[in-house]
Nanobody, 122 residues
Framework: QVQLADSGGGLVQTGGSLRLSCIASGRTFSTYAMGWFRQAPGKEREFVAG????????DYADSVKGRFFIFRDNAKNTVYLQMNSLKPEDTAVYYCNRGSSRLVTRREGDYWGQGTQVTVSS
């Protein structure tokens, strides 16, 4: 059973930065793509960013492109989301997610972190 533990959320002012982390259990981390999703109050969960198993390919939602960066350290079983130039509309609970293959995807996989709250004040 894979377990994902995400962390790093908090309260930040508009224009600030945060780095989220997601640590995975097990020995298969490096063979799966990973992604970050978010869910704001009253809204559906949405894709934010994804990265292939080896880290060579990434994908971003248009709303975060150029501000957020996803990267991974397979030696540490960890995927990160660096969030810069944060806006109030980025406020949400952020979840890491394991993909179902090596390829970067916007589809939700079966395994989720518990979520970490990001709040951006105006």
């Amino acid at each position: 059973q894979v377990q994902l533990a995400d962390s790093g959320g908090g309260l930040v002012q508009t224009g600030g930065s945060l780095r989220l982390s997601c640590i995975a259990s097990g020995r298969t981390f490096s063979t799966y793509a990973m992604g970050w999703f978010r869910q704001a109050p009253g809204k559906e969960r949405e894709f934010v960013a994804g990265i292939s198993s080896g880290g060579g390919n990434t994908d971003y939602a248009d709303s975060v492109k150029g501000r957020f960066f996803i990267f991974r350290d397979n030696a540490k079983n960890t995927v990160y989301l660096q969030m810069n130039s944060l806006k109030p509309e980025d406020t949400a609970v952020y979840y890491c997610n394991r993909g179902s293959s090596r390829l970067v995807t916007r589809r939700e996989g079966d395994y989720w972190g518990q979520g970490t709250q990001v709040t951006v004040s105006s």
